[in-house]
């Protein structure tokens, strides 16, 4: 039998598992109904996928969102797996073709939608074969307590019942615990058989900025992020249609998308957002839940979102594929009275709930201190432990203490009365930065008191004096060109020479960006051909260009420029079948390009990124020296770390699937008697290994956290040993 780790790497083309990953598809194969909840771009879908290919008979899987039924089967299909999905979008010639497919058993897996699984039609076909798994997706559809409840999913337990030799893996990104114990009650699951992955998404870096000018601030953003990806998320329909126009007047690749357009034109766009033909979609929160577009590179809230749980789930598009991405908040307090507004429509336990959620969200985007991380995990109930996330703003930059801008204030000021008030912003700046650009010298201005005055900041520090000037209400902007003017504040303070206080931005803020977790470095030339390709072959067999290849593929190859089939099959996302498809082709442009750059072949070196991205290089070294037969106490004195940072990196180390050896070496280490270890385990049992304070209860506080990590790594060892099929 080919076991789940080869056909990760054969069929799929990947190395490592996903947290829980392991987990959830041993449990499946041993046949034990799972409940798995995992975080949007968690890897869901390899946890039927890969038990599919080892059954013998059907995976049926039950999916709410027919949009991404296709999407999903032209996926699988790229990588050989025989798939289908039946629902009512297909025509009836369609329909029985596909009925036919299943009967004759020529399909691995099944996709259906919950109400065509329950037709008769449909109920006597799967009679006729071996449903070995039926999964559901989306599971949370199935409680009342979750935000998207569907009657259909009830009567999913019959279907069950009718097929009781199936085993039944539910997965959702829903996480609250009352959403998890509804659908082990309705689907009659054991709490055993639980597996909640962490929330945390390393790979998102969050931001919160003060939001002055927001289409300003969004065309910085875009500039920033050219040519990739992303979705920029509105409160309205109107601001959605306004931002798209203008965008798209300023020559950029966005589209609209809100519940209000045409169906058809809803569609196009989100078609071609798919397909990289549209880089931007413009929206309100009705997008997102049918698309799976793994290359989403940055998610932008143009508006406060209502709760943090939609905030959460809106950022949670971003970086599906594992690579980095950015997430921008564009904070004001204003916003929070254009939601005040709405709730106050409301009444009830509605308004007393919908208030409580606009308080966390407000709570956490006025926080300018706390790593962002922790708040948002905090409110899935999961507690976030490390000081330092180095990837969200509070993180990444020192707080800025406010500083004494009085002079530049002035400065400032006097240029925008000397220049007659009819400038905006960036003529300002110029007259001070002594431009001798064309409209300087055509107004005078070169002739101005000001002109010259203001060398010792840049035109990006000098735009954010005039944005703080502007909110703390010394200076107006009006008009179509945004003209300045003075307020009678404005004129009061320079008479009285009062002192203003703001921020001054660092110039070496691009230094600090740096910082931020990069992906590997790739050739970016050799990307945009290789990308070129890829939309090639899309269009040539008509699926979205990531059914081709992944970015995070592409930046592979550029990265490494594999010179071999052989070495292809090393580039993540390279698997048996897709290198048969597409292999030469792309091939073909990496070996020309680098003949023509002479550049060669650079494998070993992803060898050493890997260890970093995926595991930690200190992670996986910890876990192979335990396994080499290391103490706990070789391993702190050789690493100069605590007690519980080692069995930190061997609790991921072991969660990430690797096999832990030499448990014999933690027995000796833990003072835990028979008894308080039969508790823990016990626990463990009922609640998951994920969080520690329940075992700490349930023993009184009689061990610690470091003992209780020990009893953890035998509990991992001991199922580990327990599971494997
Ligand atoms: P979910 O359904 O949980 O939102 P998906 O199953 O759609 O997530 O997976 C998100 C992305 O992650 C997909 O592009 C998938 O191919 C990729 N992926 C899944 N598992 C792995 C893995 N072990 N290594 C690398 N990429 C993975
Ligand atoms: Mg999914």
């Known amino acids: 039998m080919t076991s789940p780790a080869d056909i990760l790497k054969q069929t799929f083309g ?9 987990e959830v598809i041993q449990n499946v194969l041993a046949r034990k109904d799972t409940l798995a909840v995992m975080p949007t771009g968690g890897g869901k879908s390899l946890c ?4 599919s290919l080892i059954f013998d008979g059907l995976t049926v899987v039950v999916s709410p969102l027919i949009s991404l039924m296709k999407d999903q089967v032209e996926q699988l299909r790229a990588v050989g797996v025989p798939s289908l999905f039946i629902n009512s979008t297909l025509s009836p010639q369609a329909y029985q073709e596909s009925m036919d497919h299943v009967r004759n058993g020529e399909v691995k897996l099944l996709y259906v939608a919950p109400e065509t699984l329950l037709t008769q039609r449909i109920l006597s076909l799967l009679d006729s074969v071996q449903v070995d798994c039926l999964t559901i997706d989306e599971a949370h559809c199935i409680s009342e307590w979750g935000h ?13 019942k009718r097929f009781p030799k199936a085993v039944c893996l539910a997965l959702t990104a829903t996480a609250t615990s009352r959403v998890r114990q509804d659908i082990r009650n309705t689907l009659k699951f054991s709490t055993t058989n639980e597996f909640v992955a ?6 998102l870096y969050i931001e919160v900025v003060r939001k002055r000018e927001p289409v300003g601030q969004v065309i910085e953003l875009l500039d920033r992020y050219k040519d990739q990806s992303g979705i920029i998320y509105c409160f309205s329909r109107r601001q959605v249609d306004e931002l798209a126009a203008y965008l798209a007047s300023k020559k950029y690749s966005a589209r609209p998308y809100h519940a ?6 809803r569609k196009t766009n989100q078609e071609l957002f798919i397909r990289d033909d549209v880089q931007i979609i413009v929206a309100t929160i009705a997008f997102g839940m049918g698309i799976n577009k793994p290359n989403v590179r940055f998610v932008i809230h143009f508006d406060l979102p209502k709760s943090v749980e939609s905030y959460y789930q809106e950022i949670g598009r971003a970086g599906r594929d594992g690579l980095p991405a950015f997430c921008t908040l564009l904070y004001s307090y204003s916003d929070v009275a254009k939601i005040n507004y709405f709730i106050d429509q409301k009444e009830g336990d509605e308004k007393r709930v919908a208030i409580q959620h606009l308080n966390a969200i407000v709570s956490f985007a006025e926080d300018e201190r706390t790593c962002r991380r922790k708040p948002l995990l905090n409110y899935f109930g999961e507690s976030y432990e490390a000081d330092n996330c180095s990837n969200c703003d509070n993180c990444t930059s020192a707080p800025t203490p406010l500083a004494d801008i009085t002079v530049y204030a002035q400065k400032f000021l006097s240029c925008v009365k000397r220049a007659d008030e009819k400038f905006g912003a960036g003529h300002i700046v110029d007259i001070l930065h002594g431009s001798k650009n064309e409209k300087v010298i055509r107004w005078g201005h070169d002739k101005l008191s000001t002109y010259g005055i203001g060398a010792e900041l840049t035109k990006k520090q000098w735009m954010h004096i005039a944005r703080q000037l502007l909110s703390m209400g010394y200076l107006k902007q009006e008009g179509e060109y945004h003209t300045l003017s003075l307020t009678a504040r404005a004129l009061e303070s320079l008479k009285k020479r009062e002192p203003v206080f703001g921020v001054v931005q660092e110039a070496e803020r691009a230094k600090k960006d740096g910082k931020q977790k990069a992906g590997v470095e790739y050739n970016h030339a050799l990307f945009a051909l290789l990308r070129q390709k890829r939309k090639e072959m899309a269009d040539a067999d008509g699926v979205p260009p990531y059914v081709i290849f992944s970015d995070r593929t592409l930046t592979e190859m550029a990265a490494y420029y594999p010179q071999s089939r052989e070495s292809l099959l090393k580039i993540a996302g390279v698997g ?3 290198l048969s498809q597409y292999g030469d082709a792309f091939l073909d442009v990496i070996k020309s390009f680098s003949k023509k750059h002479e550049l060669t072949e650079q494998l070993t070196r992803k060898k050493a990124v890997e260890g970093k991205s995926e595991l930690g290089e200190r992670t996986r070294i910890v876990g192979e020296s335990f396994n080499d037969g290391a103490t706990i106490q070789d391993l702190l004195e050789r690493q100069g770390v605590t007690k519980g940072t080692i ?15 030499n448990g014999d070496n933690l027995q000796t280490a833990t003072s835990a008697t028979p008894e308080q270890q039969q508790i823990t385990f016990a626990v463990f049992d009922e609640s998951g290994t994920m969080y520690l304070k329940p075992v700490f209860d349930a023993l009184n506080g009689a061990l610690n956290y470091d003992e209780l990590k ?13 599971t494997t099929p």
């Not at 990947?14 to 392991?22: A, G, M, N, S, W």
């Not at 998207?148 to 069950?160: A, G, H, I, K, W």
């Not at 962490?198 to 790979?203: D, I, K, L, M, V």
């Open 14 to 22: 990947y190395d490592i598992f996903r947290p829980l990953q392991q």
């Open 48 to 51: 039927y996928q890969i038990p």
């Open 148 to 160: 998207d409840f569907r009657p259909e999913y009830r009567q999913l337990v019959e279907v069950r």
């Open 198 to 203: 962490s929330f945390n998404r390393e790979n």
């Open 260 to 265: 209000g357009l045409e169906d058809a034109e």
């Open 576 to 578: 048996q079948v897709k």
């Open 647 to 661: 069995l930190d990196h061997l609790t991921k180390y072991a969660m990430a699937g690797n096999k832990l050896r």
């Open 710 to 722: 020990i009893l953890r790594l035998l509990y991992l060892i001991y199922k580990q040993g327990n």
